[in-house]
Nanobody, 127 residues
Framework: QVQLAESGGGLVQAGGSLRLSCTAS????????MGWFRQAPGKEREFVSA?????????YSGSVKGRFTISSADTKNSVIYLQMNSLKPEDTAVYYC???????????????????WGQGTQVTVSS
């Protein structure tokens, strides 16, 4: 089993920044493929960003590309970050960390690709 824990959410004004963290624990002898998703009230969960299991390939949705940066603290992706800059009110959502032990250079953008999920952390951007 893999457990994921997010942190770093909060309230910020438009144009501000936040950094989310996600820590994976449990089975750690294989690298994780990791992703970030978000879900706003009344909307479906949507892909935000992902990092390949070897940490070399990064992916972003069009709505956050150029503003958000995903990174990893180690070679196993057991701790990842999402640096969010130039935040907009439409970025307001619960942000979820997701993981799979599938080793790939091209993480899926569908929620069904991932096997493990965190509880989520609220990000609220005021205008």
């Amino acid at each position: 089993q893999v457990q994921l824990a997010e942190s770093g959410g909060g309230l910020v004004q438009a144009g501000g920044s936040l950094r989310l963290s996600c820590t994976a624990s449990g089975r750690t002898f294989s690298p994780y493929t990791m992703g970030w998703f978000r879900q706003a009230p009344g909307k479906e969960r949507e892909f935000v960003s992902a990092i390949s299991s070897d940490g070399r390939y990064l992916y972003y949705s069009g709505s956050v590309k150029g503003r958000f940066t995903i990174s990893s603290a180690d070679t196993k992706n057991s701790v990842i970050y999402l640096q969010m800059n130039s935040l907009k009110p439409e970025d307001t959502a619960v942000y979820y960390c997701a993981a799979t032990l599938t080793q790939t250079r091209a993480p899926g953008r569908e929620a069904s690709f991932y096997d493990y999920w965190g509880q989520g952390t609220q990000v609220t951007v005021s205008s």
